[in-house]
């Protein structure tokens, strides 16, 4: 069975642009969350998704950051525009229901010059 | 606001020696605590967990011990080898999956 999937898995841009990371989770996993780890930090939570709906975007740091999941299957995340502060490494995680373990992607590093 | 520790950054231990990464976390109200191993390039994976209604937990080499009062968690690797070198995450969760995480510990085994 495939894992999480992500995509790309490292982008560079320069600050100002837009990126668009995408998120493929584990089939049959309603539940979809977005994670960001910036340079020797720790993993923060950005989101949540069961479904199409978003759970809890609490974690989303500001207006530049959007997440969809439209049909409630992969999962998008779009930087804009990009800040420098936005580098960092974002996992996508899965997991069936509201037990069990989280499956995570191998994540999307990001660079903003 | 919710935060977990994790000490230390980094951990070099010889082959076969054992290796303990500690993380403290500040909301009382958390109730579970998975541990998630990093390789280089790979992505996150669980290792082992505990819930609050348990002391301690052992799978094999590794095993985790939980101090609610103190509000301590702690990962044990006995015997290590090569392929114990990654990266290591704690988190705390109140049952949701919300967790808030430690830094990370690097841990390299030394042959």
Redesign the interface.
């Known amino acids: 069975e495939a894992g999480v999937t992500q995509f790309p898995s490292h982008s560079v841009i320069e600050k100002g642009q837009t990126v668009t990371l995408r998120c493929d989770p584990i089939s049959g996993h309603d539940n979809l969350y977005w994670y960001r780890r910036v340079m020797g930090k720790e993993i923060k939570f950005l989101l949540h998704f069961v479904k199409e709906s978003k759970q809890d975007e609490s974690g989303m740091p500001n207006n530049r950051f959007l997440a969809e999941r439209t049909g409630g299957t992969y999962s998008t995340l779009k930087v804009q525009p990009a800040e420098l502060e936005d580098s960092g490494v974002y996992f996508c995680a899965s997991s069936q229901g509201n037990t069990g373990e989280l499956f995570f992607g191998e994540g999307s590093r990001l660079t903003v010059l | 606001g919710e935060n977990?520790e994790?000490h230390p950054s980094t951990l070099s231990v010889q082959e076969g020696d054992s290796a303990v990464i500690k993380c403290t976390y500040s909301d009382s109200a958390s109730n579970y605590f998975?541990w998630?191993k990093q390789e280089l390039?790979?992505?996150?994976?669980?290792i082992i967990d505990i819930r609050s209604n348990v002391g301690e937990k052992k799978d094999q080499r590794i095993a985790v011990t939980l101090n609610k009062t103190a509000k301590h968690f702690s990962l044990h690797i006995t015997e290590t080898q090569p392929e114990d070198s990654a990266v290591y995450?704690c988190?705390a969760s109140k049952g949701?999956?919300?967790?808030?995480?430690?830094?990370?510990t690097r841990l390299k085994v030394l042959a």
């Open positions: 977990v994790q998975p998630y390039g790979k992505r996150p994976q669980l995450f988190a949701t999956y919300k967790y808030i995480f430690g830094t990370g």
